[in-house]
């Protein structure tokens, strides 16, 4: 049976070393891709992508088109790639990116839309009635769900706030709206976040 006396001298290694090796790792293939090595690239594709499929994802609602965004994000930042200056770490400087990507979309899928809305059907637009509902686990919305629901304004400052931390200002600069209107947004979004999960 070994002790922690006996690990200890086996030199395990602490975290903050593992971390700067990881780092270090992620400048060199940030240095190789710059070169045109796309197979650097592609590591740093592999160990980000499924982030910031779940940022494009809770951004706007749809797997497929968070698939597509996903894939946008980084043609981008494969043609930026120059502009990154090291200082932080390659994921702190590809989420700004890709929520700008998901955003853009989202702004010209709208106006497409405001060309195109035309319907008789008033059901989606209607509130459900909250006595419809059962009270059975299976009825309960899980969070991904309720988000969806949200208006696309306040799922995104929620996402980009209360998910993955981004300062109202910041907030502000991606979306093009001002840090007050942010403000007003998340706690939009909170409120009827309750309304829709509460039992």
């Known amino acids: 049976m070994e002790t922690l006396g006996a690990t200890a001298d086996r030199g395990t290694i602490p975290f903050t070393v593992q971390a700067d090796d990881a780092r270090a790792v992620e400048r060199a293939q ?28 809770r951004l706007c609602g749809d ?24 200082e932080s770490a390659f994921s702190s400087w590809l989420y700004p990116l890709a929520g700008n990507v998901a955003l853009t979309e989202r702004r010209s899928r709208r106006r497409r839309d405001l060309r195109l809305v035309v319907t008789d059907d008033l059901a989606p637009f209607e509130k459900p009635d909250p006595a419809a509902r059962s009270q059975g686990p299976e009825s309960q919305l899980d969070l991904e769900r309720a988000l969806s629901s949200l208006p696309p304004g306040a799922r995104s400052v929620f996402v980009l706030h209360d998910a993955y931390g981004f300062k109202h200002q910041e907030i502000a600069e991606m979306t093009g709206v001002a840090a007050g209107t942010s403000k007003a947004q998340l706690h939009r979004a909170r409120r009827l976040l309750r309304e829709v999960l509460k039992p």
């Open 63 to 86: 797997p497929s088109l968070a698939e597509d965004l996903t894939q946008e994000a980084f043609v981008r930042a494969w043609q930026k790639l120059d502009s990154f200056r090291g």
């Open 30 to 57: 940030i240095a190789k891709a710059r070169s045109g090595d796309l197979s650097a690239f592609e590591a740093l594709y592999r160990a980000n992508a499924s982030r910031i499929y779940g940022l494009c994802l």
